[in-house]
């Protein structure tokens, strides 16, 4: 009895909530605020391209190899992971 009262409560409750109000649209930005905030992107940007060279640096230069020096790397990784030898 009490459950069902509480259930028949609820819907009530959420009518009753107050619906929330339009917010006007952020004014536009200075000029300078512009600027700054593209600055901030730029610098943004350029730090992570610097990590992704320091994580991705061993496998850039990995790619400097030739065609026979990636295959030779590449059989002893299959060898290392139990893998076939290509061709099979």
Same mark, same amino acid.
């Given at each position: 009895?009490? *459950?069902? #009262?509480?259930? =028949?409560?609820? $819907?009530?409750?959420?009518?009753? =909530?107050?619906? $929330?109000? *339009?917010?006007?649209?952020?004014? =536009?930005?200075? $000029? =300078?605020?512009?600027? %700054? ?6 610098? %943004?940007?350029?730090?992570?391209? #610097? #990590? ?10 990995? %790619?400097?190899?030739? %065609?026979?020096?990636?295959? *030779?790397?590449?059989?002893q990784r299959w060898r290392r992971q139990g893998w076939r030898s290509y061709p099979y």
């Amino acid at each position: 009895m009490h *459950r069902c #009262a509480l259930l =028949a409560v609820l $819907p009530l409750a959420g009518c009753a =909530a107050e619906l $929330p109000t *339009r917010q006007d649209p952020p004014a =536009a930005a200075s $000029p =300078a605020e512009r600027q %700054r905030q593209l600055e901030g992107f730029w610098d %943004r940007q350029r730090e992570k391209e #610097a #990590a992704d060279r320091f994580w991705n640096g061993p496998r850039e230069a990995r %790619r400097n190899l030739t %065609r026979d020096q990636i295959e *030779r790397w590449e059989y002893q990784r299959w060898r290392r992971q139990g893998w076939r030898s290509y061709p099979y």
